[in-house]
T-cell receptor
Framework: QKEVEQNSGPLSVPEGAIASLNCTYS??????FFWYRQYSGKSPELIMS????GDKEDGRFTAQLNKASQYVSLLIRDSQPSDSATYLC????????FGAGTRLTVKP | GAVVSQHPSWVICKSGTSVKIECRSL??????MFWYRQFPKQSLMLMAT?????????EQGVEKDKFLINHASLTLSTLTVTSAHPEDSSFYIC??????????????FGPGTRLTVL
């Protein structure tokens, strides 16, 4: 079992819709959770970090964490074509482990 | 804040030569830096964890004698690809981990170095 699992996609949503990205992790001791966005040919950039159960909102982005289910998600509201990228989930029990990423395409 | 730079941004070299890539945290100190490699359309692969003042920890399958890592200060880590071959051509990305303030435990990535070995 991989430490951090994501659906590879591609996930395609129309412009203006909500994009939902999911991630599960195996280490119950994990304390820190992160979502990164990576455009093609570029390095990842941090979008959200979340440390406690529940929702955390930042603009159009909402991260949701459920430690009991070992599940973290990212919702993107009012999706824009510029949101088209690969989204990486990262989990930090002792060191950072990345999922393989989900490729999101937002169609105009 | 939390800016990480890499130099060079791209490099082309002949097979057999060595290439050094620098990673700097510009506005924070990073006791831990990470080196990743990414092939086209594939996910990030952690190569090694670099700790200031100590030897790097390499992931399984990464040759430590081929990929030399030095973390001599709290703001600089270097990766040297020795005797590079075409199969080493890849996108090399470093990251630095913040250990203080509101960014505690977050990793910030450099812009990456694209290496092409002819």
């Amino acid at each position: 079992q991989k430490e951090v699992e994501q659906n590879s996609g591609p996930l395609s949503v129309p412009e203006g819709a909500i994009a939902s990205l999911n991630c599960t992790y195996s280490d119950r001791g994990s304390q820190s959770f992160f979502w990164y966005r990576q455009y093609s040919g570029k390095s990842p950039e941090l979008i959200m970090s979340i440390y406690s159960n529940g929702d955390k909102e930042d603009g159009r982005f909402t991260a949701q964490l459920n430690k009991a289910s070992q599940y973290v998600s990212l919702l993107i509201r009012d999706s824009q074509p510029s949101d088209s990228a690969t989204y990486l989930c990262a989990v930090n029990p002792n060191d950072m482990r990345f999922g393989a990423g989900t490729r999101l395409t937002v169609k105009p | 804040g939390a800016v990480v730079s890499q130099h060079p941004s791209w490099v082309i070299c002949k097979s057999g030569t060595s290439v050094k890539i620098e990673c700097r945290s510009l506005d924070f100190q990073a006791t831990t830096m990470f080196w990743y490699r990414q092939f086209p359309k594939q996910s990030l692969m952690l190569m090694a964890t670099s700790n200031e003042g100590s030897k790097a920890t390499y992931e399984q399958g990464v040759e430590k004698d081929k990929f030399l890592i030095n973390h001599a200060s709290l703001t600089l880590s270097t990766l040297t690809v020795t005797s590079a071959h075409p199969e080493d051509s890849s996108f090399y990305i470093c990251s630095a981990q913040s250990t203080s303030g509101s960014s505690y435990n977050e990793q910030f990535f450099g812009p990456g170095t694209r290496l092409t070995v002819l």
